[in-house]
C-alpha cells in the first residue's frame, strides 16, 4: 500500500509538471506545443479526471487558436496588414510575410508604401537581405520618407554594414534642399 501511496504522489507531481508546461506553452501563444502537451496528459493519465477535462477544454482552444492562425479572417488590406504586424512584432516572420503579401494583393490604390516597409523588415529579420532591399525600394518609391524611418528603424540594424542599403537610405544634397 505505501508503494501505490508514493506512486500516485509521483504520479500526480508529473501530471502537474506537465499541466504547468501545458500551461506556459498556450499562454506564450505556442498553440500547437501546448495542444500536444495536454493531449500527452489525456493519454498518460487516464485516472486524472478533473485535470483531463480541463485539459481537454485547452486541447479545442489550440485547434481554434491553429485553425484562426492558418485561415485569418482578412478580408481587407488593413486587416491583412494589422495582423502581420502583430505576428511581426511576435517574431512570426514567416506569417507575417503571408499575411502583407495578402495585404498587397488586396490593396486598391497606390498607399502601400507602408505595406513594402513593414514586408521589407520581416525580410530582414529572417536574414533574406536581398529581398528585404527590394521591398524597401519600393516603399521608398512610394514615399521617400520612408528612407528617413529605415535609416533609423532599429529592424533594419542588420543590413547597416550593406553598401546597397546605406545607398538607399543616405540622404544626397538634392533631397535636402
Do not use: W
Not at 508503494?3 to 500551461?23: F, I, M, N, Q, T
Not at 478580408?75 to 506569417?95: C, P, Q, R, T, Y
Not at 516597409?117 to 521591398?135: C, T
Amino acid at each position: 500500500m505505501a508503494a501505490d501511496k508514493r506512486k500516485s504522489k509521483s504520479s500526480e507531481a508529473e501530471v502537474h509538471e506537465l499541466y504547468g508546461k501545458a500551461l506556459t506553452a498556450l499562454h506564450s501563444k505556442q498553440f500547437k506545443d501546448a495542444q500536444k502537451l495536454f493531449e500527452k496528459i489525456e493519454k498518460d493519465f487516464p485516472n486524472e479526471i478533473e485535470v483531463i477535462e480541463r485539459a481537454r477544454c485547452f486541447i479545442r482552444l489550440c485547434e481554434r487558436a491553429q485553425n484562426s492562425i492558418a485561415n485569418p479572417n482578412t478580408d481587407s488590406a488593413e486587416e491583412a496588414f494589422d495582423l502581420g504586424v502583430f505576428h511581426h512584432n511576435n517574431h512570426g516572420h514567416k506569417e507575417a510575410q503571408s499575411l502583407f503579401q495578402r495585404a498587397l494583393e488586396l490593396a486598391d490604390d497606390d498607399r502601400t508604401d507602408h505595406i513594402h516597409y513593414a514586408l521589407a523588415a520581416s525580410f530582414v529579420q529572417e536574414g533574406d537581405h536581398k529581398k528585404a532591399i527590394e521591398q524597401l525600394k519600393k516603399a521608398i518609391k512610394l514615399n521617400a520618407d520612408n528612407r528617413f524611418f529605415a535609416a533609423n528603424d532599429p529592424d533594419f540594424r542588420p543590413l547597416a554594414e550593406d553598401s546597397s542599403f546605406r545607398e538607399l537610405v543616405e540622404v544626397d544634397d538634392q533631397d535636402r534642399g
